[in-house]
């Protein structure tokens, strides 16, 4: 599956051929598509915005893009809004801006769009070959993807998968997003394996547990630990004998995001896998947690 093409298919005509006019390099590295209201679109390549041909995006434009990634149900699309994104079909994340609805709940929702931000999917085969021997050594142990936002958690989450199921370990997915497998209508996109099985559009939180009591899994995978519900889910993997394999934002000398702080504390994962970027380069390392 082409994650770009999956991404710009969701933009309108105009906006689309702009895209599509990068050349084939650029697509390849392509991270994000962005649209702000009033500016002309741009495309994040290697960390830095470059700006597309055509005219300034309108509302029109973002409500467009908006429509396609929801399959013409945007008015029933407000859960996904008031968490500031729509999980699209190929597995593209478009992030939204705007004003927000308020109602006795809470947020309910956005409207009046401002930008968009369409995160483009991507397979990279291969691109955990440095660091399997030593994630592997001794056997295959929790294990914690690190990364500040944009880095390659995803990416590299979702070949561990593949890599793992491929080895024969009973893969279970909570896929909140449908980013990681980017199934339609039930069946995977991308590669992920031949022993793994997904569970898709499900908060992660209840997932982990339906997967765990319901899978039989020896290896339970997730996308970017975010809150106590989180937290409270995996705490009881490592009890039911599966192994844990996570994402979360965080930076080497800054450490991890508060959410998951008590997990490495209480033992939940025993190595962590740091993504650095250096010079449009990422590197990977394993480390032990302590």
Known sequence: MDGFLAAAALLPPVLRGAAL???VEE??????????RSRPAAALLRGREYVLSGP??????LRAVLESATRASLHAAGPQLA?????????????VCGVGVMGVGGLEGLRS???LSLRVPRAVPGCARDIWEPLNQGGFRSTLIVSPPGGGKTTLLRELIRCLSSQGFRVAVADE?????AAQSGRPQFDIGPCTDVLT???????????VRAMNPQIVAMDEITDEADVRALRGGPGCGVRLLATVHGERDRGVAAACRELL??????RMVWIEERDGVRRYSVRPCV
Do not use: H, N, W, Y
């Not at 300034?56 to 434009?61: A, F, G, K, L, N």
């Not at 504390?265 to 025993?270: C, L």
């Open 201 to 211: 559009g499900v908060p992660k939180a209840r997932a982990v547990g339906m997967l």
């Open 177 to 181: 997003r449908g980013e990681i497998g």
């Open 56 to 61: 300034p995006v309108e509302e029109d434009d």
């Open 265 to 270: 504390t209480e033992g939940a994962f025993q």
């Open 113 to 115: 769009f401002s930008s």
């Open 83 to 95: 968490e500031g994104f729509i999980a699209a079909p190929g597995g593209v994340r478009v992030g």
């Open 21 to 23: 006019a990068l050349g």
């Open 27 to 36: 697509r390849a590295v392509c991270e994000e598509l962005r649209l702000r």
